[in-house]
């Protein structure tokens, strides 16, 4: 399985972000999770949400409210959606599939894409 990060680079404060990951190798309807996680600069990972294999959605609660994660299954993507970004919102996104709900490590046992990076300043 392999996952490929879409690269939005530059986002202006306040602006939405979306990012796509494209999945190949399996459907993203089998049974992993779907993560989206963020490093940022001098950070760790901080996991963001994931969707389930059957379409279920959870967040971490620290972005509850401005974020949402979509899915399209006719093209085996999922969606990381982001409101009103922030300086504070810039770092490496990642997506990942496993068969854990949340991740804050690099575990063998995941799929993870490359990463894409992304600024957020005016």
């Known amino acids: 399985v392999q996952l490929q990060e879409s690269c939005p680079g530059l986002v202006l404060p306040w602006q939405p972000l979306s990012l796509t990951c494209t999945v190949s190798?399996?459907?993203?309807?089998?049974?992993?999770?779907w993560s989206w996680i963020r490093q940022p600069p001098g950070k760790g990972l901080e996991w963001m949400g994931a969707m389930s294999y059957s379409g279920s959605a959870y967040y971490n609660p620290s972005l509850s409210g401005r974020i949402s994660i979509s899915r399209d299954t006719s093209k085996n993507q999922f969606t990381l959606h982001l409101n009103s970004v922030s300086p504070e919102d810039t770092a490496v996104y990642y997506c990942?599939?496993?068969?854990?709900?949340?991740?804050?490590?690099?575990?063998?046992?995941?799929?993870w894409g490359q990463g894409t990076q992304v600024t957020v300043s005016s």
């Open positions: 990942a599939g496993s068969l854990k709900l949340s991740i804050d490590s690099k575990d063998p046992d995941d799929y």
């Open positions: 190798g399996g459907p993203i309807t089998r049974d992993y999770f």
